[in-house]
């Protein structure tokens, strides 16, 4: 799986707000009825050396003109993430937002992960009180052996889903 970057999260956040474009022309009228693309959009500008292009497109809008330079020097002085990711920075909210979301799906693989083995634990303790044999959950739940065995056993929890664990859970708690 690959590592969800910043750039990347922006470019897809931008594109999905923008209609499915990335054109800077099309984004910045696009801006004007989608108020929510304003921050990502300059971001992006920023991160990938738009900067130049965006601020001829926003001639008309010198506040949007000046934050753009404002976060040019922050990404200059390689300070935006960090600036993103602070509690007091004297960017606007929406920006430490967008900062927010990214950081939520790129860490959710991992908090998945976790949430997996937290309910592995109380699918082994089910197991044992329910006295309900693996191969009968499997069979019961449509899943596949190896994988449960890998889950239950080793602790592997890339081998079920969240939504496949749920059901785990929720067959041993009925049964």
């Not at 693309?37 to 949007?64: F, K, M, N, Q, Y």
């Not at 976060?71 to 200059?76: A, I, S, T, V």
């Not at 860490?107 to 009180?129: G, H, I, N, P, S």
Request: aromatic letters at 6%; glycine letters at 6%.
């Amino acid at each position: 799986m690959r590592h969800l970057t910043f750039t990347g999260f922006l470019e897809s956040y931008v594109r999905a707000l923008g209609g499915g474009t990335l054109a800077l022309s099309k984004l910045v009228g696009r801006s004007k009825s989608e108020p929510r693309l304003v921050e990502p959009l300059l971001l992006w500008a920023v991160i990938t050396d738009r900067v130049d292009r965006l601020e001829g497109l926003l001639s008309d809008r010198d506040d949007l003109q000046r934050e753009l330079r404002e976060l040019r020097e922050l990404q200059r002085t390689e300070s935006l993430e960090f600036a993103l990711a602070s509690e007091d920075s004297d960017l606007r909210p929406e920006y430490s937002k967008a900062w927010r979301s990214y950081v939520v799906r790129r860490d959710a693989a991992t908090r998945d992960a976790e949430l997996r083995l937290e309910a592995r634990k109380r699918v082994l303790a089910l197991e044992t009180q329910k006295n309900v044999t693996r191969y009968r959950m499997a069979k019961d739940l449509g899943l596949n052996p190896g994988n449960l065995h890998a889950f239950l056993t080793q602790g592997n929890p890339t081998k079920l889903s969240l939504d496949r664990v749920a059901a785990l859970m929720k067959y041993l708690e009925a049964v």
